[in-house]
């Protein structure tokens, strides 16, 4: 391109960009208020998932959600893990070496999703995705960058609460691993027992847990 070209390229561009930036950070602030109205609207949730990890590997479940803090990521036939959270911790469970790991929500890229008293505009920013349809979020505590980044995806929905729809969200953790989540069949607002964030310990003289 030819330096003058450039110049006149650039010009329009120096001339709106007082009155463009204000706007597009008044259109991220509003996204980011729906999102912080969706967490806060949806007190039960139900969906199926698709996770897929770093090396590409696919697994299926039934995903359960109760705010504030509890999920239940309950995987296909065959997969010996169980991940509860029972609104103030995660845990994980690996039914086939009998290992429990724990750590608290808040560490973790999951607590943007299950603490609806966080204000995202805090700590979230919008990540554009060329879609007017899509609106994606990134979420990390910019005082722990440890406990890693998630971007949540969601599909603009007048039918569903805040007018979003939860898609799907892709977790990076503090060792950069990389963990994709697509939900499906969403259903809100059913009645759901704190028994299902109840686990059942697999070390020796196991016992039932996490309730």
Request: overall charge positive.
């Amino acid at each position: 391109m030819k330096r003058i070209s450039l110049a006149l390229a650039i010009a329009p561009v120096i001339a709106v960009l007082p009155m463009a930036v204000p706007a597009v950070a008044q259109a991220d602030q509003s996204d980011l208020t729906k999102v912080n109205a969706y967490i806060r609207a949806v007190t039960t949730m139900t969906a199926d998932f698709t996770q897929t990890d770093r090396n590409g590997q696919n697994l299926t479940g039934q995903l359960t959600l109760k705010q504030p803090g509890k999920i239940r990521f309950q995987y296909q036939k065959g997969v010996p893990l169980l991940i509860v959270g029972d609104g103030k911790a995660l845990t994980m469970i690996d039914y086939e070496v009998r290992q429990v790991q724990r750590w608290p929500i808040g560490n973790s890229p999951l607590g943007a999703l299950l603490d609806p008293s966080k204000d995202l505009s805090k700590f979230g920013k919008v990540v554009p995705t060329g879609d007017p349809t899509i609106l994606s979020v990134e979420a990390r505590d910019p005082k722990h960058p440890e406990y890693g980044t998630i971007t949540m995806i969601f599909k603009r929905d007048a039918g569903s609460p805040a007018g979003l729809q939860l898609y799907g969200w892709v977790a990076l953790d503090s060792q950069n691993n990389r963990t994709a989540v697509r939900l499906t069949n969403q259903r809100y607002g059913a009645a759901i027992a704190d028994s299902t964030f109840r686990w059942t310990d697999p070390r020796p003289r196991g016992r039932a847990a996490g309730g």
